[in-house]
């Protein structure tokens, strides 16, 4: 049995066999840009994080891998341990890059260049009025033009060689650089991935903007970068204050802002349901009358839930791993009421204080059916049987032989049933509702709500490490 997601495996033949989301025609359209704009280029895919914009851009690189277009993927938070982006992203790139170098002695050697030069670099290190301080400014050349005239009538000789030497070294990258983009890309652009930018050290990912600003503006170099733009806003403004326009910052930087695309919610439930198999565990819970919709349930519910609170994929993967051993405890044929048990959780998540209210001797349930409103509105309600199923549960639960007065809400519904002036769909969803409160798993079988609290407390002792998004 699967207790986590797995990586998601790119076929290198068809990658879209595993767009989950319904990325293709996204990345198809989006490919015709990286390759026919002018370069060098900067297309940010700007969305809040854990919304896929890691498995987004390994979709696009694994695309354009297939298509026989020159593409590098570097996650810039993966090696923001290094004092210098300059020196972790060259050595991705060395990695990255060896199909491109191949056994070309021309390319080989204009690579070897390359990183020569930008070895000299970082080695001096790019003057601090350049690295972190321009706020955006580009021209390089010219500012180190300005400092060397400035400096020429008071530093000492040693300090004015080491700014001609810097110019000679970025000089030196650039021309590298062009000849062997040149020379590799079979005359395409070469297209760069940087992800999780937005999650980096505030000074590693603003140098990390700044160096491929400065240094990699070459001809025939498109990169793409993943980003939270909000994020980002704050790296930039924890570096050079609060008083600085963030997003007139990164507009000296990015030429092409895309926001993905909302995904089919629903769709991405159901893989990643049949990725933790569970529809396996459920098979054999059919042979009962009263369990045999448990699966359904779960994937409806969770569904409606998800799609109404606008959690992000990564949420969903967390709510649904959470989930997945919630129901793994269970015996073949115990009622575990996966409706109900997966309105708890999120619940217990989002509203504590009422989740802990609901479930105390003296509490009831009009407080989370309220919470249940607030996330199926009224228009779409009277048609949702997942959104009946689960305020019957809620009723029903509360609904045991120590209760001194019939609830309010249930009053309400049946009166509801017996109203003829009132439209079919709201009849009939009162009418879903006093039955589920009725009979909430067959003849004789009622809700224990210690048992689902329990095992939902049993959860909080476990810790759910991120997946990656």
């Not at 570097?74 to 199909?99: H, I, Y």
């Not at 049949?274 to 349930?297: I, T, V």
């Not at 409606?304 to 949420?315: C, F, N, Q």
Request: contains cysteine; negative net charge; proline residues 3%.
């Amino acid at each position: 049995m699967n207790l986590k997601f797995r990586p998601i495996q790119f076929d290198s033949k068809d990658p879209f066999k595993s767009d989950l989301l319904g990325r293709r025609e996204e990345i198809l359209n989006l490919s015709l840009l990286a390759l026919n704009v002018n370069s060098p280029a900067v297309i940010a895919i700007d969305s809040r994080w854990g919304t896929g914009k890691t498995t987004f851009i390994k979709l696009w690189e694994q695309h354009l891998k297939a298509e026989n277009t020159s593409s590098l993927y570097f996650n810039a938070w993966e090696t923001d341990f290094s004092d210098d982006p300059l020196v972790s992203f060259l050595g991705e790139m060395n990695e990255g890059l060896k199909s491109l170098i191949g056994f070309s002695k021309k390319t080989s050697e204009a690579w070897e260049k390359t990183k020569a030069a930008g070895k000299q670099i970082a080695k001096r290190g790019i003057p601090a009025l350049i690295r972190v301080g321009t706020a955006g400014i580009v021209d390089a050349d010219k500012i180190i033009e300005e400092e060397i005239a400035k400096a020429a009538g008071s530093l000492a000789g040693d300090a004015l060689d080491n700014y001609l030497k810097q110019k000679g070294a970025i000089s030196e990258f650039h021309n590298a650089l062009a000849n062997f983009v040149e020379n590799s890309a079979n005359g395409k652009q070469l297209v760069i991935f940087v992800d999780e930018l937005d999650r980096c050290r505030p000074n590693y990912a603003i140098e990390l903007l700044e160096r491929i600003k400065h240094l990699f503006n070459i001809k025939g170099l498109v990169f793409v970068l993943a980003l939270d733009k909000e994020q980002l806003g704050h790296s930039i403004k924890a570096v050079y204050g609060n008083g600085i326009d963030s997003d007139g910052y990164l507009r000296r930087f990015i030429d092409f802002e895309y926001q993905l695309k909302k995904p089919d919610i629903s769709n991405y439930i159901k893989s990643l349901l049949f990725s933790l198999q569970l529809e396996k565990f459920f098979d054999p819970r059919k042979k009962y009358k009263e369990l045999q919709y448990d699966h359904e349930h779960l994937k409806n519910v969770f569904t409606m839930l998800a799609s109404g609170l606008r959690l992000s994929l990564r949420e969903v993967e967390q709510f649904l791993a959470t989930i997945n051993i919630a129901i793994r405890t269970a015996k073949e044929n115990e009622y575990i009421f996966p409706a109900l048990l997966v309105f708890l959780i999120i619940s217990k998540h989002f509203k504590p204080d009422a989740y802990q209210r609901y479930i105390s001797d003296d509490g009831d349930e009009s407080e989370l059916i309220d919470y249940l409103y607030q996330i199926v509105p009224e228009k779409n309600r009277n048609e949702s049987f997942e959104c009946a199923l689960v305020e019957g549960f809620l009723i029903a639960a509360k609904n045991d032989r120590f209760r001194k007065t019939e609830s309010i809400i249930l009053l309400r519904h049946k009166d509801t049933t017996q109203n003829e002036e009132l439209d079919y769909k709201g009849k009939q969803y009162s009418e879903t509702v006093v039955n589920v409160v009725n009979r909430p798993a067959g003849m004789g079988h009622s809700v224990n709500l210690k048992l689902l609290t329990d095992r939902i407390e049993w959860l909080s002792r476990f810790e759910f490490l991120d997946v990656e998004g």
